[in-house]
């Protein structure tokens, strides 16, 4: 006889729903407040120039980005792999998919320069634009996993279920390519100009979207009193920690490629070495904490019993990710382009004798990024109150024997 | 009725006469008007009332070894034509062209040269633009369509030049045959507006004004200009010719 999951909705009349409808509506509040001044005043009151093109708001956009396409694999699990046991799991997984996706793409909006200009964007295509193929991929994400998550919490749907699953796997996986390729597709630029780029964006959003579920799991099911097993946690860790390894593989091999390319040991040698902040969070920010610290928490015996754990090896994932983010995007382009292969630049109008080109980020870009989380966040309490998505137990004992693979 | 007629004649001839003289006092000028355009349209080898075509490829030859250390009278004549103002800060300033100073890391020989938009037969500019704001006239001029510019900045990621910059402040003193928009992308248009009516770019005026001759500014696809001549005679390069850009604006002595 088949186990029954029963999910519910949330009562949303705790002072602990309130509060985050609240903090969430600041967050939202601040960036648009962020949003209206850099549309008023220009560009100029943000740390972004003509050399450091994309800044702060483009870290959060892509980290939520990223986040979003990686925690629909809770559900991908379920139904693709079909492994029962996230299946109590998978309606939390599609709904954070589509809020983390909304969060990164008003970032991303709001920090245009010509943000009223929306409508352009939606209208007017240049189908060799790896970005405009993202615009489809991000809208057709959202929409395939609306009917993903429509097809699982109807019952008379439920057969179309693992079609709807495997094409939203599908599509995650091009959608994080895209994303991987609008730097990987930058020629000029020798810290981005590579295909690694895709499969690395694709591991990154594997570790961070499971960290970010279970952070988000941890926390409503404290905030809601629902029962939380530590056998439903142990799984999901022990694969985040897989996904940390992927990360780092795809790190090394990428660092290890420019290193063969003389062209590009200048590079290497700031990123590694000479860098400053870009060095300090890549070995300290991503590799320490981002990497290190979560494989132990993870798998040391002494450290891996307690949920304590899993949310300090989440945090550190969310911390190192975050850090390999900055050191990628800002420092690739703080080392100036070399315009002028076997020259030394000795004067230049426009930076280009720079050694490096400095980024200080602005309170605005801040703002206006974490406004993100905000939306994101506002976003799944509004859902959850309305929508049954989160079981009313996962303790051990009442998730079933069958979803015990 | 005989007797009446010559008197009404003359009253007719002189009415006609009349309206003759002011309808040709008053469509004269704008024969004239229209005449000269013709001409101005001529020199250009495109009537302006006709698209632009790929008969023609703009390019530009600067001779390093005639470009003077010091000398700044390309940008300035940039900014002139094209309004451009200081910035609060330098880093957020717009740079259509700039002068860029060398030394050979091997030889240690220096030069000097202006870089400006390259502009590319195959613009990476243009292939990442979303919205296809960012394209390539038919003659090889790369612009941007500022009603449709998002400011995204891609382009500016994507440019292997650095040849573009976004407007990051309220604009003043903007000029009519210049668009320019805060929250845009822009960069050297080659001014359009000047070589369609068969003028050069400001700042090839500017450096011949001055006598140093370091910019040669021409049709690349007749072989009777003076660009497409001089460039079968002496070595030229592109910058960083390894992408493949092929860039129609070429470098004489680097």
């Known amino acids: 006889m088949k186990h029954a999951i029963s999910y ?84 939390l997984s599609g709904l954070l998919a589509i809020t983390l996706l909304i969060g990164g793409l008003s970032v991303l909006v709001l920090d245009l320069g010509r943000p009223d200009r929306l409508v352009v964007a939606m209208t007017a295509y240049n189908f060799k634009s790896i970005f405009t193929w993202n ?9 395939i996993v609306a009917i993903y998550l429509w097809f699982m919490m109807e019952r008379r ?122 060095t300090f969070l890549f070995w300290v920010g991503y ?68 050694k490096v080109h400095t980024y200080i980020p602005s309170h605005w870009e801040i703002m206006l990024g974490i406004s993100g989380f905000g939306i994101a966040a506002l976003l799944t309490a509004m859902a959850m109150k309305i929508l049954p998505f989160l079981p009313r137990s996962l303790a051990d004992a009442a998730v079933g024997p069958e979803f015990t693979d | 009725m005989k007797e009446e007629t010559p008197i009404q004649s003359p009253k007719r001839r002189d009415f006609l006469k009349t309206t003759a003289v002011v309808a040709g006092m008053t469509v004269a000028p704008g024969v004239l008007l229209h005449s000269f355009s013709q001409v101005n349209a001529a020199d250009a080898g495109k009537p302006v009332d006709q698209p632009v075509t790929d008969a023609v490829r703009w390019g530009m030859l600067i001779d390093t070894a005639q470009c003077s250390d010091g000398c700044n009278d390309c940008i300035n004549a940039c900014k002139a034509e094209h309004g451009l103002t200081e910035s609060v800060r330098p880093e957020i300033a717009p740079q259509w062209i700039r002068k860029v100073g060398l030394k050979d890391k091997l030889t240690g020989k220096t030069y000097s040269l202006p ?13 990442v633009c979303p919205t296809g704001a960012s394209f390539k006239r038919a003659d090889g001029v790369v612009l941007v369509d500022r009603h449709i510019c998002i400011g995204c900045r891609y382009c500016m990621m994507a440019c292997p030049y650095k040849a573009r ?69 002496v070595q030229s390069t592109a910058l960083r010719p390894d992408m493949r850009l092929n860039p129609g604006v070429r470098y004489q002595g680097l």
């Open chain 1, 8 to 91: 519910h909705t949330l009562a949303g009349n705790s002072p602990g729903f309130y509060g985050l409808l609240g903090a969430a509506a600041v967050l939202i509040l601040l960036g648009l407040f962020a949003s209206y001044n850099m549309e008023h005043h220009g560009h100029t009151i943000t740390g972004m120039t003509n050399q450091i093109v994309w800044g702060m708001p483009h870290i959060f956009a892509i980290f939520l980005i990223l986040a979003a396409s990686g925690v629909l694999n809770v559900a991908s699990i379920s139904s693709v792999f079909r492994k029962t046991f996230y299946h109590p799991l998978a309606r």
């Open chain 2, 115 to 127: 870089v400006l938009c390259q502009h590319c037969e195959n613009p990476p500019c243009a292939d």
């Open chain 2, 165 to 233: 910059s976004l407007v990051h402040e309220t604009l003043e003193g903007q000029r009519p045959h210049s668009p320019r928009g805060k929250g845009t992308v822009e960069g050297c248009n080659l001014c359009v507006h000047r070589i369609d009516h068969g003028h050069l770019p400001a700042c090839v005026e500017a450096c011949q004004t001055t006598g140093h001759q370091a910019m040669l500014f021409g049709n690349l696809k007749d072989p009777n200009s003076d660009i497409a001549k001089k460039l079968s005679q």
């Open chain 1, 287 to 354: 590799l320490v904490v981002g990497t290190i610290l979560p494989l132990l928490l993870i798998y040391y015996p002494k450290f891996n019993q307690t949920r304590a754990s899993i949310i300090a090896a989440s945090v550190c994932i969310i911390v190192g990710g975050i850090s390999l983010l900055y050191v990628f995007i800002i420092g690739g382009q703080a080392y100036p382009l070399q315009i002028f292969p076997g020259m030394e630049v000795t004067a230049s109008g426009f930076f280009d004798d720079a």
């Open chain 1, 135 to 143: 615009i489809f991929l991000y809208n057709g994400f959202m929409l």
């Open chain 1, 157 to 278: 749907m439920e057969r179309y279920y693992p079609i709807a699953g495997m094409v939203a796997f599908l599509w995650r996986l091009v959608l994080t390519t895209g994303t991987g390729s609008i730097f990987g597709f930058l020629i000029a630029r020798e810290a981005y100009n590579t295909a690694l780029l895709a499969p690395l964006f694709i591991s990154l959003s594997l570790s961070l979207g499971l960290a970010v579920f279970l952070l988000v799991l941890i926390i409503d099911c404290w905030e809601t009193h629902c029962p939380l097993g530590e056998g439903i946690l142990h799984r999901p860790k022990t694969l985040m920690g897989i996904f940390v390894g992927a990360v780092f593989y795809f790190v090394l091999v990428y660092h290890l490629t420019n290193l063969y390319i003389t062209g590009r040991h200048g590079v290497e040698y700031f990123i590694l070495v000479g860098g400053g902040i870009y």
